[in-house]
Nanobody
């Protein structure tokens, strides 16, 4: 059974940094693209980046480019989302996602709260 577990969320002051992790079981995560998304209550979820299974290329939307970095930790079968220069607008529940044979798998979400 494929499972993703996101962790690392918490309370961080504005301008601070946080690293989220997405650990996988049931698959070898390095063989798959992994995306990070976030959701604020009352708003649509938005993607904050992904890492491709091909050459580990990474992609970020403008709203986080230069502040967020996605990397793989193959020894832990995990993907990390390093976030820096956080601001209040980054407050959200963050989810990781991968797709295996046309099925999407999601981590349970981890809350990130940025305080002013």
């Amino acid at each position: 059974e494929v499972q993703l577990q996101a962790s690392g969320g918490g309370l961080v002051p504005s301008g601070g940094s946080l690293r989220l992790s997405c650990a996988a079981s049931g698959i070898t995560l390095k063989d798959y693209s992994v995306g990070w998304f976030r959701r604020v209550p009352g708003k649509q979820s938005e993607g904050v980046g992904c890492i491709s299974s091909k050459n580990d290329n990474t992609y970020y939307p403008d709203l986080v480019k230069g502040r967020f970095t996605i990397s793989r930790d193959n020894a832990k079968n995990a993907v990390h989302l390093q976030m820096s220069s956080l601001n209040i607008e980054d407050t959200a529940v963050y989810y990781c996602n991968t797709r295996l044979r046309m099925t999407d798998y999601w981590g349970q979400g981890t809350q990130v709260t940025v305080s002013s």
